[in-house]
């Protein structure tokens, strides 16, 4: 692959299919390696839209953005109080930039199919670091506690060989809606913290090497709830608390 010359319709397909990110700019020394893997689709849009508003007015000041605007603990509460965030924190250990944000980015991406998987609608991810002490991932679902029992569906009422497997599964909860079987059966977390919870704990025992996971390792809270206002201390923090869940809401 030439880093210098036009790519083909082909090529570009190969490469959004290896990269699955919604920007690419491959490392000069390096072809194999994206170096714009930490961009998400969310930051990528926001560039676009902002590219668009600045070459219909361009002017100096667009790039100083206004300074954030710091709410005091009531305010804040009171403008949070409706959304169902989970937060986690890390100790922070000097590394490259690039691997810690590529990481976090990583682990981000598999934590939001993680929810999905579990029946959370995810409706935002994001994280931080101020690259000296702490780091931190927070996401916010539609529900943060969801109901027990989910209803699954089952075979169609045709298939009587598989009808009768999924009977022989699910007992009585079993039954005829329509031209399928369906039956409710127990979710495996209610509770999005749990679900964090347990996705930490399994990325702990297969990915033990990787930079962000001996962090975790190390130390890891996971807040929620009323717990979220326990980590608007700092400025820092604030700022990015506010930049995410309020600021242009």
Known sequence: LSLTEKISKKQEKELAKKFNVPLIFLDPTDDRRNVAAAVSKETFEKFKKKAKEFS??????????????????????????????????????????????????????????????NDFTFLKGKFWSDEQKKMLVLVEVKERILEKEKMVKGPPVKMTEHVKKFIEKHGKK?????????????????????????????QIKVNPEKFLVKQLKKKHEIYSGKNVMKIYKEKEIKEFLIKNLIRGE
């Open 174 to 202: 079993a039954k005829k809606i329509g031209r399928n079987y369906h039956a409710k059966v127990k979710r495996p977390h209610i509770k999005a913290e749990t679900a964090v919870k347990e996705f930490i704990e399994k």
């Open 56 to 117: 219909k007015n361009p002017s100096i000041n667009f790039f100083y953005p206004k300074p954030v605007k710091i709410l005091s603990k009531t305010e804040f509460k009171k403008k949070i109080q409706k959304r169902n965030l989970v937060i986690i924190t890390a100790p922070y250990e000097k590394i490259h930039e690039d691997v810690t944000y590529g990481q976090l980015r990583n682990f981000l991406n598999k934590l939001e199919k993680e929810l999905k998987k």
